[in-house]
């Protein structure tokens, strides 16, 4: 565990990486801490106006203003001040969460060196670690996903479902981020295999009680101070504006870049810099249309965007799922699921991005100039490729794991839970991301730990099936 810590500090220090929302956090954290409200004012000011604490629930705000008491920041200008303590508490308990998962292994396995492996892969493993560098909820995020995978195997080790240590990391994960609801899929299999139907179920919603309570408390405090229940997302278009343009968006956008090139510029207050593939428009009319909404919209840059805009598009949103229903509800989601899964050159946290040229030779189509541009930096290329090999093993482990029928150790009942546990998290995540309009393989990192435990349990068991055969003794029904 130390040595997972210390090897995470040392990589984020070196390059700590801020981006999408870093600033927003930030700037809710100071509020938090300095003047004791939930805001997006200016620190400096202590206006402290109500907010929801961002575009989520304020889970990381908070965190990251915890971190800036234990480390004693005083001033309120100084954001720089926080990466550095940031960087290493959030490292801590990534650490944390590998040891944890490492203690529940070997006692599920009895075996000391399997539960090394395991802690050593959930801290380490290039599909993750590198999130610990970024001022972003990934690093938190992947360590309450790999803390829920360790109380999950506890519970097949007791033979009893750890309520309150799953309603607890779940509840932190919802605070954090919403996605974290699809954590909730990978209970309901370890549940129905250890506990009879009617106590899983009870169980369950004993789980669900008490982990939306902390929700509907936040949720009640927005409705006190005038706010609605929800966050409303904030595009950086101007207040409570952008929500008809990025509908739009999320209704045929499929990979990360194509979705750059139209999403980044229009935050940016760019609209002339809006770039559109062929798969935006549903006819020669259509793209008549979009384009010269898009011309209007180009006279605005630098300001916020005018009220008609998000009305024009929302227009186009409901006549795109009305005239396109097939491809709008299932097979641009299904081309966003394979791309989340299977994109062949994201960095998974690495600083190897190739930047905004990259993502304008991509959107044009220019596969010979992007060419060029990538031999450019040849040591990116390099990691690139190879997380990226990584990543498709991993799955593809995974993948021939869930058929490999002829193996009674692979079968054993109390391998199967965990293999149902994490396809059901998988499989589940991978519908809400994609039905949302998500086109982000960031989105799915937290799954990779609950797949490279599997594969691992899975194969050192089928390699010395000596050293395992007490797994889980006696994991069924009571």
Not at 140 to 165: K, N, Q, T
Not at 356 to 364: H, V
Not at 416 to 437: C, D, E, H, K, S
Request: contains cysteine.
């Amino acid at each position: 565990g130390v040595f997972v810590v210390a090897a995470s500090i040392a990589y984020a220090a070196l390059e700590p990486g801020l981006g999408g929302d870093s600033a927003r956090y930030l700037l809710v954290a100071r509020n938090i801490l300095f003047n004791g409200c939930v805001s997006i004012s200016d620190p400096q000011s202590a206006l402290c106006a109500a907010h929801w604490g961002g575009n989520q629930f304020p889970g990381y705000p908070a965190f990251m203003a915890f971190t800036g008491l234990l480390a004693g920041l005083k001033s309120t200008a100084n954001t720089d001040a926080f990466i550095i303590p940031v960087i290493v508490l959030q490292s801590v308990l990534s650490g944390g969460a590998a040891v944890r998962l490492g203690w529940a292994v070997k006692r599920f396995s009895n075996s000391s060196s399997i539960g090394l492996i395991c802690v050593l892969l959930a801290g380490l493993s290039p599909l993750h670690f590198a999130w610990s560098r970024w001022l972003l909820t990934e690093s938190l995020s992947i360590s309450v996903a790999i803390w829920v995978l360790a109380e999950l195997i506890l519970s097949l080790h007791e033979r009893r479902l750890r309520v309150v240590p799953l309603a607890v990391a779940l509840a932190i994960g919802f605070f954090l981020r919403y996605d974290a609801i699809t954590l909730c899929a990978a209970v309901v299999p370890v549940a129905f295999v250890i506990h009879p139907p009617w106590q899983a179920i009870w169980r369950g919603m004993m789980i669900a009680l008490l982990m939306t309570i902390p929700i509907v408390a936040w949720s009640a405090r927005n409705v006190a101070q005038g706010l609605s229940i929800y966050p409303v997302p904030n595009y950086g278009l101007g207040h409570g504006r952008g929500q008809g343009y990025y509908g739009w968006l999320t209704i045929w956008v499929t990979d990360l870049y194509m979705g750059a090139n139209a999403a980044f510029p229009a935050a940016n207050r760019r609209y002339s810099q809006i770039t559109l593939p062929p798969q935006a428009y549903l006819d020669d009319q259509n793209r008549e249309v979009v384009n010269e909404l898009l011309r209007r919209w180009a006279q605005h840059d630098g300001e916020e965007a005018p009220d008609w805009v998000d009305a024009k598009f929302h227009d186009l949103a409901v006549e795109r799922r009305r005239r396109d229903p097939l491809g709008s509800w299932l097979l641009f989601p299904v081309r966003r699921a394979l791309y989340i899964w299977l994109a062949p050159a994201y960095s998974y946290g690495w600083n190897v991005e190739l930047g905004d040229r990259a993502r304008q030779l991509y959107g044009q189509g220019n596969w010979s100039g992007l060419l060029d541009f990538a031999f450019e930096s040849p040591g990116k290329i390099v990691i690139k490729m190879g997380v990226a090999l990584l990543h498709l093993v991993v799955l593809g482990g995974f993948g021939l794991i869930l058929f490999w029928r002829r193996s009674n150790q692979i079968n054993a009942p109390n391998l199967r839970p965990i293999v149902w546990a994490v396809l059901a998290y998988a499989l589940t995540r991978t519908v809400f991301l994609a039905l949302m309009g998500q086109a982000d393989p960031r989105l799915s990192v937290e799954v990779y730990p609950f797949f490279e435990i599997a594969l691992v349990l899975v194969l050192l068991r089928q390699y010395d099936s000596r050293q395992v055969t007490s797994l889980g003794t006696g994991v069924g029904r009571r």
